[in-house]
């Protein structure tokens, strides 16, 4: 098999890696957050209109969202440090563009962009940055 078959092989298998993870995201978060509702909300005040309950539902989604962004950011550090102790310099380059387009996203989602969305085009962006030397 030429290597270009096998290198357009291994992008495909990583591409559809990504869209899988990202559908596994948005679940995750729906059940992170489900989860985290129905323990909370006994202990919230009685007289909370429906607007208040939902409210509060979105701020749980929001900090669990923020949370799941901070540890792709952690995992994306400890990538880079391991590729940097190896003597890969060009490094330097790559994982500062992908926290830059992490925090970019980050920002969207402030703005409404959907999770998943934001997720997707971190990944996609993240496979063209560490895959360019």
């Known amino acids: 098999m030429p290597s270009e078959s096998i290198d357009k092989k291994v992008i495909s298998d990583h591409i559809f890696t990504i869209y899988g993870l990202t559908a596994r995201f948005g679940s995750i978060l729906d059940k992170a957050t489900d989860e985290n509702w129905e323990k909370n909300k006994s202990t919230l005040p009685e007289d909370l209109s429906e607007d208040e309950k939902v409210a509060i539902e979105t701020g749980i989604a929001n900090g669990l969202r923020s949370q799941f962004f901070a540890e792709i950011e ?4 400890t990538h880079a440090r391991v590729r940097l102790k190896s003597g890969d310099i060009s490094i330097r380059r790559s994982f500062p563009s992908a926290i830059e387009q992490l925090e970019h996203n980050s920002k969207l989602l402030r ?14 962006s993240s496979l063209r940055i560490w895959s360019t030397k």
Do not use: P, V
């Open 111 to 124: 703005l409404n962009l959907n999770e998943s969305a934001a997720l997707e085009d971190f990944m996609l």
């Open 74 to 77: 952690e995992a994306t550090r």
